[in-house]
C-alpha cells in the first residue's frame, strides 16, 4: 500500500518535473534571448542583431501561429495568443519591446523573418531589428549574394565568406543596439523569402566554420568578377593594408557575362555623376588616370578653368550608377564627347572572385582550396572553438 502511495507521489513529481521541463524547451526562444542578454554569461553570440528599417510610419507584424509581445528590459508579457495582424507606430511604442512566434516565420509587413524581432523607438522613429541566429541569418544573406544553382563548393565558400565578415563586424561593432544592417553596407539580407534549399545546404554543411589570419577573423571581401587579377585592398580603399587581400591572377572567371565589357561615358555624364559629390562642377576639359595592376586606383579631373578633383578609382566608380562602370580594371580611349572604357570584370576587385570561385569549383576544388586560394594565408577554423564571438 505504501509501497503505491510512494509510486503515485513518484509519477506525480514526473508529471511537474516533466512539464515544467517542457514549458522551458516550448518557451526556448525567449530563454536563449535572456542568456543572449546575459552578458556575464559569456560569448552566447550565436545570435545577431539585424537592422531590418527604420520607420517613421507604422509597421504591420504578424504570425500564423502562436505570437508573444514582451517589454524587453523587464520582460513583462504585453500579448501572449494566436497570432494576428500587430500594427506598430512610434507614440505607441515607449521602451523597446520583443515579439517571438513559435513555428512559422514572423512577417514584418510583407516580408518573412526567422528568429525574433526587436522594435525600439529611436528619437520618434521605431529600429525594426531581427534578432536571430548567425546560421538563419547566412540562410537569407547567401541566395542575396550568389547564384543558387551553381556547384555547392562555391556557395560554401561564398557562406564562409559571409560568415566570416558577419564575426569580424560583430567583433568589431560599435553600433548598440544593432550589430548589422540588411543592405549592402554590410551583406544584403532578405530573410525567409529569398532562401534556396542550395545555399541553405551550403550554410549548414559549413556550419560554424570561418577563416582566420594571425588568429582573427577576416575582412572577408568578395565581389562578382576580378576579370583576370584581383587587387591589394589599399589599392581601392584607404587604410591598412591586409597580406591576406593581395592581388593574386585568377584564371578562372572568364565564363562570367561580366569578364569583358565596354561603354561609352560622355562628358556630360561625367559632370552630373561628379555634381552629386562636388559643388560647382564645370565643363570637363581633361581627364588623367593613374593605373596599378592594370586598374585605375585615381582619377583626376580637370573642369571649368583648370579646378581640378581628385579621388580614388573606386570612389569614382561609385558615383556612376551600378553597372556603368563595372570595374575599375579598364582603358580608356578619347571620342569626340566623352570617353569608350573597355574593361574586364564587375566589383572592387578585392578578395574572393565569386565568378572564380564558380570556375575552381567546377575544375574539381572544395570550398577550402577556393578561399585559401583569394585569401592568402589563412586557415579556416570553427568559429565555436574559439572566443571570437566574445567583445
Ligand atoms: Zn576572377
Redesign the pocket.
Known amino acids: 500500500m505504501n509501497n503505491n502511495i510512494y509510486k503515485c507521489i513518484n509519477l506525480a513529481i514526473f508529471i511537474i518535473l516533466s512539464s515544467i521541463f517542457y514549458f522551458f524547451i516550448s518557451c526556448s526562444p525567449s530563454k536563449e534571448y535572456l542568456i543572449k542578454q546575459n552578458k556575464t554569461a559569456g560569448i552566447d553570440r550565436l545570435h545577431i542583431r539585424v537592422l531590418l528599417k527604420k520607420e517613421s510610419g507604422r509597421v504591420l507584424i504578424s504570425s500564423k501561429t502562436r505570437m508573444k509581445i514582451s517589454e524587453v528590459k523587464s520582460g513583462k508579457i504585453l500579448y501572449d495568443g494566436h497570432g494576428k495582424d500587430m500594427y506598430f507606430q512610434s507614440d505607441q511604442v515607449s521602451r523597446p519591446i520583443l515579439i517571438e512566434s513559435w513555428g512559422s516565420p514572423l512577417n514584418v509587413d510583407k516580408e518573412r523573418y526567422r528568429g525574433m524581432i526587436e522594435i525600439h523607438n529611436v528619437v520618434g522613429k521605431l529600429y525594426i531589428i531581427n534578432v536571430i541566429r548567425i546560421n538563419e541569418y547566412l540562410y537569407g544573406v547567401v541566395p542575396c549574394e550568389i547564384i543558387s544553382s551553381w556547384d555547392i563548393e562555391s556557395l560554401k565558400a561564398q557562406a564562409v565568406a559571409a560568415r566570416t565578415y558577419t564575426y569580424y563586424h560583430l567583433i568589431n561593432n560599435k553600433k548598440t543596439i544593432y550589430d548589422l544592417d540588411c543592405s549592402n553596407n554590410f551583406q544584403v539580407y532578405k530573410g525567409f523569402n529569398a532562401e534556396k534549399d542550395a545555399t541553405n545546404t551550403a550554410v549548414d554543411e559549413t556550419s560554424g566554420k570561418i577563416a582566420i589570419y594571425s588568429g582573427k577573423p577576416i575582412l572577408a571581401f568578395f565581389h562578382s568578377?576580378?576579370?583576370?587579377?584581383?587587387m591589394d585592398n589599399n589599392h581601392v580603399w584607404e587604410g591598412e593594408k591586409h597580406d591576406y587581400l593581395k592581388s593574386v591572377s585568377?584564371k578562372?572567371?572568364n565564363d562570367?557575362p561580366y569578364y569583358t565589357w565596354e561603354t561609352n561615358l560622355s562628358l556630360y555624364e561625367i559632370r552630373e555623376s561628379l555634381s552629386k559629390k562636388y559643388r560647382g562642377v564645370g565643363k570637363i576639359t581633361g581627364i588623367n588616370f593613374q593605373w596599378k595592376d592594370k586598374r585605375v586606383i585615381s582619377a583626376v579631373i580637370r573642369h571649368s578653368k583648370n579646378t581640378i578633383i581628385k579621388l580614388s578609382g573606386n570612389d569614382l566608380r561609385m558615383l556612376f550608377p551600378e553597372k556603368k562602370i563595372k570595374s575599375m580594371h579598364f582603358t580608356a580611349k578619347k571620342t569626340k564627347d566623352g570617353l569608350i572604357l573597355s574593361g574586364h570584370?564587375w566589383g572592387h576587385g578585392v578578395g574572393l572572385?565569386q565568378?572564380?570561385a564558380k570556375?575552381m569549383a567546377e575544375k574539381g576544388a572544395n570550398y577550402k582550396d577556393i578561399l585559401k586560394y583569394y585569401y592568402r594565408g589563412i586557415s579556416i577554423m570553427d568559429a565555436g572553438q574559439n572566443d571570437y564571438a566574445g567583445r
Open positions: 568578377t576580378c576579370g583576370g587579377k584581383t585568377c578562372f572567371c562570367s570584370g572572385c565568378w572564380g570556375g
